[in-house]
C-alpha cells in the first residue's frame, strides 16, 4: 500500500471534527478512501457517523444542510462551497426486487455498515486519528488489483443486479480483475440486470466504457454487456473475412473503444459504429464486404440509446459519429472544411478521433500509415483553427444583413446566398474578404 495517511480537504475535516465533537464517531468512506490510497484524488468525499440524521442535521444547524435521502440516512452539508454526503451507520433490510432495500435499519456498528456495501475495495472507513478501519481487507485487494464482493457475491448480487455491472466498471475504471467467485457470479446471475432501471444501467455501463480496462472487462464478460444490448451479440465472433481486418467485429468494436479518447460520446460511437455489419455482409472473389453498414449500425445504435434512455445531446451526437463514420477520407484541406461545415467543429474532431481509433484497430499491415494518415488530418484541423480559416457561415466575412441592404430578398434567398458564398470560399474561388464577397453578391444580382 502506497501511503496509509489520508489528508482530507477542510471542510472534509470540519465535518468529521464537527460530529466527533458533538460525542459522534465520524469516517470518511467508500470510494474516496479507495481513491486516496491508490493516490488518485477523490471526486467526492462521503462520511458515515453513528449520529442519526436528525442528529446530523443539529449538529450542521449552522451550514447549508440538503436532506438527500433522510429516511436511508442521507444527509448533505455544504461546506466552504463543498458538498458532503453523510450517511448514517446503515443495515439494508430484504431486497425483494433486486434493486433496493426495503427497508434500512441504522446500527451504532461501523462494521456493519461497512458489510453492506458492494466490494471490498470500496469498504474502508478512515479516519486521520483513528487511521484506515478494513474489515473485509479492501486494502489487500487494492494493493493485488482485484474486485471482490464483499461477503457472498451470489447473495449480494440477488440483492442488487446493478452490482454485477458495478464490478466491471470498477474493474475497467481501476484497471483491476475480478476475482474468481465474484467473475463466476457475475456470469450466473447477469439476467438480474432486467430488474434494473436503464438510467442506472446506462450510468454504469458509460464509466465503465470510459475505463482504461474496458477492452478486457468486455472481452471476459460479453456475455453480461449482451445481457444489457442483445442488439450487439451478432457481432460476437462474426470474421469479418477480410484482409483489412485483423479481428472479428466484436474484438475490433472493443479495440476500436480502446483507442479513442476515455469520453462518453466517442466511446459508445466506438461500441456501436459497426452494430451494423454482421447483418449487411456478403462476399465476393476479393472477400467479405459491409456494404451500407453504417446505415444499418445507425439504427441499432438509436434503439441501443434509446433503451439506455440516454440524453438526447448523446443519443445525436454517437448517432451522427456512426452514420459518418466510414465517409472515405481523402486528406484534403478542402475535404476537411465541408466535414466541419457539416458536422459543426466539434463533431469533426470527434469524427476524425473515431476515425484514427477505427484504424488503429485494423489489420496491422495498413495501421501505421493510416493512423498518420489520420494524424495528419487532426493537425490540419488544429491548423485550420489556428488560421480561423472560414467554415462556417457565422466565420463568413458578410451578413444576411449585408446581403438584405444589396437588395436581396429577407428570407430563403439570404440564406441561399450565404451558403453559395461559403461554399466558393472553402472551394477557394472566393477571399474571405468582405468587399470582394459584396462585389460578388452584385455580380449575380
Ligand atoms: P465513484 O464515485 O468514483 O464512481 P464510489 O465508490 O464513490 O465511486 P458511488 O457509486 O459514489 O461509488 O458509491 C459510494 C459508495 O457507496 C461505494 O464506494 C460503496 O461503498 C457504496 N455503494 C454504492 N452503490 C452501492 C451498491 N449498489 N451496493 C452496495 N454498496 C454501494
Ligand atoms: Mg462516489
New binding site residues.
Partial sequence: MTNLQISPPAPVQTALDTLCNAGYEAYI????V??ALRGTA???W?CTTNAKPDEICACFRDFHVIETGLQHGTVTVVIGHMPIEITTYRIDGVYADHRRPDTVTFTDSLTDDLA????TV??MAYHPDRGLIDPYHGADDLHTKIIRCVGSPRDRFDE?G??IL?AMR?AS?LDFTIEEGTANAVHAQKTLLHHISAERIDTELT?LLCGIGAEHVLTDFADVLFTVLPELEPMHGFDQCNPHHDYDVYAHTLKTVAACPPEPVLRWAALLHDSGKPHTFTTDEHGGHFYGHAVVSKEIAGRALKAMKCDRRRYDRVLLLVDQHDLVMNGTEKQLKRIVRKLGDEAAEQLLLLHKADVTAQAACHRAQRIEESDRLLAMLEKLREEDACMSLKQLAVTGGDLMSLGIPQGKAVGEMLNALLEAVIDGALPNERAALLDYVKSCL
Wanted: aromatic share 8%; proline share 4%; with cysteine.
Fill in positions: 468512506v467508500g470510494g474516496c479507495r481513491d477523490p471526486h467526492d462521503d453492506r456495501r458492494d466490494f470500496n469498504a442488487d446493478l452490482r458495478r470498477f475504471v464509466k
